[in-house]
């Protein structure tokens, strides 16, 4: 057991993947399931856990180290609740946690935009490209409007009623920004669909704040058709998002870098789209907005 605990949350993009990366803005949301990582200093380091990727864990080790000027080493054990590669944010999780507690083990507690930057950097380092959106919001948690390095809460009228819907599957983000990066390049007319993913997410962002659910339901479902565009969703995903749509939801879309992972639906008539959605996903939950890293001594 470690002496420093840190949990962050699972986040989800209402609108604005990709097209963020383009630095558009995006919406995005952090859910109760969370990723707790303990930290103790130990001669001997080690890192125990089922998040199949360790690169986050010892680079965001290597952060810390290089931000307090430490050689210290440290035993880490993470258990996470959020499904890995599927568009909730694991890695932005298990990120801003570990670099959360490791830090305050060697008696540092870093402002939470201090941590939040620093995971920024470790997924960079990592992605080659990405955005903010998935480290703020996992680190300050609520929702938030992130447009580049400009982070704008956002306080909704009501908490969206999301159903999460998982294919079992996962992808890896950096391929999938990498591939919209390639089409980018060879054809000119998608530079208009990420001109038109940012005019949804402002759009969108009004509609959310003036508790219009419909309207947003529709807008996620525009979204929606614009990524598939991209060539970020596929069949399991969209057999998801039919599935949740002829349910009764306003409105489905898939979040994160797509390929496999995770779609969210705005209800309707949640126990139906539940009932429903179990039909075609590995996994469902409905997912309220919560906070983001959580300390306990
Ligand atoms: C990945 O979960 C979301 C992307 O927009 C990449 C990013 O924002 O870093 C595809």
Redesign the pocket.
Known sequence: MGKSVSSAPAVF?LFG??A??YDKPALVCSIEKRTTVKAEKSSKGYIKTDVEDLSYIKKSINKVREEIGTKENFSIEVESQIPVGA?L?SSAAVTTATIDCVSREVGEKLDKRKIAELSYEV?KEI?EN??R??TYISTLGGAAKIKKDRVEKIDLPSSPEIVIGYDGKSSS?SK??AKVARLRKDINSVEGLINSLEEICLEGIKAIKSDNREKVGKLMNINHGLLEAIGVSSPSLDSMIWEARTSGALGAKIT??GGNGCIIALSGDRQKIVKNLNKKAEEVFTAKIDEGLIRKE
Do not use: D, P
């Open positions: 993009f993947e990709h963020v990366v568009g944010g997924e992605q990405a955005s959106s998935q983000t999938m920004v994160g870098a």
